[in-house]
């Protein structure tokens, strides 16, 4: 199924940052830096600043670090082959991001007397989140294809950034609105993935004959065959 965010669209985002990749490694910045950069900016936006009920300012904080999750992507293919490590810390960073934006969100939203459950949702949307990267994760791992979904990362966070957008307009109902759909999408992307990685399963064919024939002239089958 579809991505919510087009291919022109994320297209366009790669297109827009590739300015910003060059001059960044032109100055000797490289992408691990700033994955490890985006990450404290996200923390600071959740942390600091949406836990406390400010949302503006916290969800504009976050989008903009969380934007370089697409720039250090682009900066290491810009700069060509590398080691492995960069991917390992990019996947770490992202969990950790995503769990200080959902647990602020949650925080928040437990001292506001959980309006319209969103505290809830916002505990699904993170455990569901966190089980729709591991499946793909998991998946190549095992040489197994999971890679579609409704709702990836960048989905995810645009959602929570329009609901908490929401909410700092004075909509009560924007942010759990926002969450309790997140929560949908994400528990279907967790098994869009499954039921992919189910289908690219192949199995290889055995071996076609059987019975004493199989092993071979001239060697006993059974008890006195080979070990």
Do not use: C
């Not at 994320?10 to 960044?24: D, E, G, I, K, N």
């Not at 904080?61 to 934007?67: E, G, P």
């Not at 390992?88 to 959980?114: H, P």
């Not at 994400?186 to 004959?209: C, E």
């Amino acid at each position: 199924m579809a991505k919510i965010v087009s291919v022109p669209a994320r297209a366009l985002v790669s297109y827009v940052l590739h300015p910003t990749a060059r001059l960044l490694l032109r100055l000797g910045v490289t992408p691990n830096a700033v994955t490890v950069a985006g990450t404290v900016g996200v923390l600071i936006g959740a942390l600091g600043f949406g836990a406390r009920g400010e949302l503006f300012w916290g969800t504009v904080i976050v989008t903009a670090s969380a934007l370089t999750d697409a720039l250090d992507g682009t900066m290491a293919r810009l700069r060509g082959p590398s080691g492995k490590f960069g991917a390992l810390l990019d996947s770490s960073m992202d969990r950790i991001a995503d769990a200080a934006v959902f647990g602020a969100v949650a925080y928040y939203l437990a001292g506001e007397g959980n309006p319209y459950g969103g505290m809830v949702a916002a505990l699904i949307s993170l455990a569901f989140g966190q089980v729709v990267s591991y499946v793909k994760a998991r998946a190549q791992s095992l040489g197994l294809d999971a890679d579609v979904g409704i709702a990836e990362r960048l989905e995810r966070l645009l959602i929570v950034g329009v609901g908490g957008l929401l909410g700092a307009a004075g909509l009560e109902w924007g942010l759990p609105a926002a969450l309790w759909v997140l929560s949908v999408l994400s528990i279907i992307t967790v098994f869009q993935r499954l039921i992919h990685a189910a289908k690219s399963d192949v199995v290889p064919a055995g071996p076609t004959s059987a019975g004493p024939a199989a092993a071979g002239p001239g060697v006993p089958a059974g008890p006195g065959g080979p070990a």
